[in-house]
């Protein structure tokens, strides 16, 4: 199970904090299920995710973060997803 590691600190700076893990996946933004609740995957970077938490709160740092489901967003919807976060 990825542990979670520090990142730039970029999206925590635009009020969108995330989880960032070591994990190969197809580049794209999906819904996820992980074991801290459902969240926005984005799979941007060579082996490495951000995870955004829905109502998350604290820190996860040195955590394990087990990414159970991801699901892709069509591009169309990406944009209504990041506007519904930020509510």
């Known amino acids: ?13 635009m009020g969108l904090p995330t ?3 070591e994990l190969e996946c197809e580049k794209g ?3 996820c ?3 801290y609740g459902h969240g926005l995957a984005i799979c941007a970077f060579e ?5 955004h938490l ?3 709160e604290g820190s996860l740092y040195g955590k394990n973060l087990e ?3 991801m699901k892709p967003i069509n591009k169309k ?3 209504e997803v990041a506007l519904l976060i930020n509510e």
């Open 1 to 13: 199970m990825p542990r979670v590691i520090h990142g730039e600190g970029e999206a925590s700076l």
């Open 19 to 21: 989880a960032n893990v």
């Open 29 to 31: 933004v999906y819904l």
């Open 33 to 35: 299920e992980t074991n």
């Open 47 to 51: 082996n490495g995710v951000e995870v």
């Open 54 to 56: 829905f109502g998350f």
């Open 67 to 69: 990414i159970k489901r």
């Open 77 to 79: 919807r990406i944009l």
